[in-house]
């Protein structure tokens, strides 16, 4: 049985096109088809994506803050706006992302993708209301009754409750308080039941925040003293939750040595543990020294 053999789609693109330049350039415009909109492809912030079940499990809600947890999309992108506000490009730039994602990853079915604006600023009231975004019953969950902006819920950081589900994203508020809650609720409920991998992150993001200063974050914005308090306790936590091993394998040897002097180093080796790492020549240059 012969398959039936589709004609090809009448190339209205092109029509349309030849069309302006026919009809335009001999008036001396230029006139260009098929041109790249930009330079780079866009680059969506984080898409999460379901393959193995049908809807979040147990453990899986145990990390997805509100909002994300109660949707049944498989695949869910996330747009972050860290330092800018949402607005009128907010929606336009998440607006590609769910069309280009949806076509290109043939994501035909009613709720396969689903998109938020994770907003670490507070939404300001004029803006809801200018896109007609209402409260829902999760604190800090927006949603649209507005035909486009229905479909990118907002997430606001500052305003999400201090459900443990919610505390790892809250770590991203602009709000002190907000995220300070957060790190000392983290501190004291969660850390402890958290894998190795997670500390390692919490560790690494407590160090370059708190530690190092956080510049280009500019997370929290503690004072002096609340920056020493908040480290101090999370330094403690970090130690007192981790074998010594498990703290020593982020350095190197001579890093850690660094912090002590060498009478201190060699107060902890025998003469044997001494010279059983020493090669024949270093030991023939230290009898030398000792019989002069």
Not at 238 to 266: A, I
Request: aromatic residues 12%; positive net charge.
């Amino acid at each position: 049985m012969y398959k039936k053999i589709k004609s090809p789609k009448t190339p209205w693109h092109n029509w349309f096109g030849n069309l302006f330049k026919v009809s335009l350039i001999p008036t001396g415009l230029e006139v260009e088809t098929d041109v790249p909109v930009m330079n780079q492809l866009p680059e969506a912030d984080i898409v999460i994506i379901r393959r193995q079940t049908n809807k979040w499990t147990n453990t899986q809600l145990q990390r997805l803050p509100d909002g994300i947890r109660h949707t049944r999309a498989a695949c869910v992108l996330l747009e972050l706006k860290y330092s800018e506000s949402i607005n009128v490009e907010a929606i336009l730039q998440i607006g590609g992302y769910y069309k280009f994602y949806k076509h290109s990853h043939n994501l035909n079915q009613i709720n396969s993708l689903k998109c938020f604006l994770i907003s670490s600023k507070t939404p300001q009231k004029k803006t809801l209301n200018r896109f007609r975004y209402k409260p829902t019953r999760y604190s800090g969950v927006y949603k649209s009754s507005c035909p486009i902006c229905r479909l990118f819920p907002i997430i606001s950081l500052n305003d999400l409750s201090d459900a443990p589900y919610n505390l790892l994203f809250k770590l991203f508020a602009s709000k002190k308080q907000a995220s300070s809650n957060a790190t000392k609720k983290l501190k004291t409920d969660l850390y402890g039941t958290f894998p190795y991998h997670l500390k390692c992150f919490i560790s690494g993001f407590i160090y370059k925040c708190l530690i190092k200063g956080g510049k280009d974050m500019d997370w929290l914005n503690l004072t002096p003293k609340d920056m020493q308090s908040l480290k101090k306790e999370w330094l403690s936590t970090l130690y007192d939750s981790c074998t010594p091993s498990e703290v020593l394998s982020n350095y190197s040897p001579s890093e850690v040595l660094s912090n002590y002097s060498p009478s201190e180093v060699l107060s902890n080796f025998t003469p044997e543990n001494f010279l059983a790492g020493l090669n024949s020549e270093q030991l023939n240059a230290i009898s030398r020294i000792l019989n002069k």
